[in-house]
């Protein structure tokens, strides 16, 4: 009101003539509309952002959100002739796991066929790798535990420890075609094993819990591969020599 009442005494003065006021030539009125405009594809939008409340996880906000896109979008668009399309980090969150899936079927295909030329075998990378997936249940383990999500950081951690599992699972398979017993094999290397992955975790150990400045984003890069190097850890120590011994045996019936 006080602004209004201000434009309203803006005057114009004029030699021999009354002051002509702002008030005289304009009516006030108060509109609801929008002080600009907004346009993609050549048609009007109007952006509504969502926020999350601080620590809340990202795929919990994200379906909370969509939830509510979903229940408001048939009355909407029935009543109004608006469409409802979600966006912003929605979107990201999308195109991301597109990239992310893209490029982890990538790793996986490159790691099959470089043990398919290295090994002479067809079947054999397909065992050597079988615990690629079981992966996913350490990293998720460790996220959820933690209060992290699958974002790039962690997606980066888990296409990096893809190739992690299948290391000792070759050396296993090598000492294996040699004539060593596969549990024998597995007892061999049960030290440099352990020792790899304590060390590997003990040095991600500051990264995951945030130790530093500007570190905290890149946490769940430390936890998803902590998680994984557990998980993988077990399964070349226990997975893989039972899924061989099996194997082994198979071929021997």
Not at 109 to 132: C, D, K, N
Not at 140 to 155: C, I, K, M, P, R
């Given at each position: 009101?006080d602004?209004a009442a201000?434009?309203?005494?803006?005057y114009l003065?004029?030699?021999?003539r009354?002051?002509l006021?702002l008030?005289?030539?304009?009516?006030?009125?108060?509109?609801?509309?929008q002080v600009?405009?907004?346009?993609?594809n050549?048609?009007?939008?109007?952006a509504?952002?969502?926020?999350?409340?601080?620590?809340?996880?990202?795929?919990a906000?994200?379906?909370a959100g969509?939830g509510l896109v979903?229940a408001?979008?048939?009355?909407?668009?029935?009543?109004?002739?608006?469409t409802?399309?979600?966006g912003?980090?929605?979107e990201a969150?999308?195109?991301?796991?597109?990239?992310f899936?893209?490029?982890?079927?990538?790793a996986?295909?490159?790691?099959?066929?470089?043990?398919?030329?290295?090994?002479a075998?067809?079947?054999?990378p397909?065992?050597l790798?079988s615990?690629v997936?079981?992966?996913?249940?350490?990293?998720?383990?460790?996220?959820?535990?933690t209060g992290?999500?699958?974002?790039l950081?962690?997606?980066?951690?888990v296409?990096l420890?893809?190739?992690?599992?299948?290391?000792?699972?070759?050396?296993?398979?090598?000492r294996?075609?040699s004539?060593?017993?596969?549990?024998?094999?597995a007892?061999?290397r049960?030290?440099?094993?352990?020792?790899t992955?304590l060390?590997?975790?003990?040095?991600?150990?500051?990264?995951?819990?945030?130790?530093?400045?500007?570190?905290?984003?890149q946490?769940?890069l430390?936890?998803?591969?902590?998680g994984?190097?557990?998980?993988?850890?077990?399964?070349?120590?226990?997975?893989?020599?039972?899924?061989?011994?099996w194997?082994?045996?198979?071929?021997a019936?």
């Amino acid at each position: 009101d006080d602004l209004a009442a201000g434009l309203a005494g803006l005057y114009l003065a004029a030699r021999e003539r009354p002051p002509l006021f702002l008030g005289m030539l304009v009516d006030e009125r108060r509109s609801g509309e929008q002080v600009f405009l907004r346009r993609k594809n050549r048609s009007r939008v109007t952006a509504v952002a969502l926020l999350p409340p601080p620590g809340a996880n990202a795929f919990a906000a994200d379906a909370a959100g969509m939830g509510l896109v979903e229940a408001a979008r048939g009355g909407l668009e029935r009543d109004t002739g608006c469409t409802l399309r979600p966006g912003g980090g929605h979107e990201a969150a999308q195109e991301y796991f597109r990239h992310f899936a893209f490029a982890f079927a990538l790793a996986v295909l490159f790691i099959y066929m470089f043990l398919a030329a290295q090994l002479a075998s067809l079947t054999a990378p397909l065992f050597l790798m079988s615990g690629v997936p079981l992966l996913f249940l350490g990293v998720d383990a460790a996220l959820l535990s933690t209060g992290h999500s699958l974002n790039l950081y962690s997606g980066l951690g888990v296409i990096l420890l893809s190739g992690a599992v299948v290391r000792e699972g070759v050396l296993l398979w090598e000492r294996s075609r040699s004539g060593l017993d596969v549990v024998s094999a597995a007892t061999s290397r049960l030290r440099p094993i352990v020792a790899t992955a304590l060390t590997t975790i003990l040095a991600l150990l500051p990264l995951a819990l945030g130790l530093g400045e500007g570190v905290e984003v890149q946490a769940s890069l430390g936890v998803a591969m902590i998680g994984g190097l557990l998980a993988s850890t077990v399964l070349t120590l226990f997975y893989l020599p039972a899924l061989l011994s099996w194997r082994g045996g198979a071929r021997a019936a």
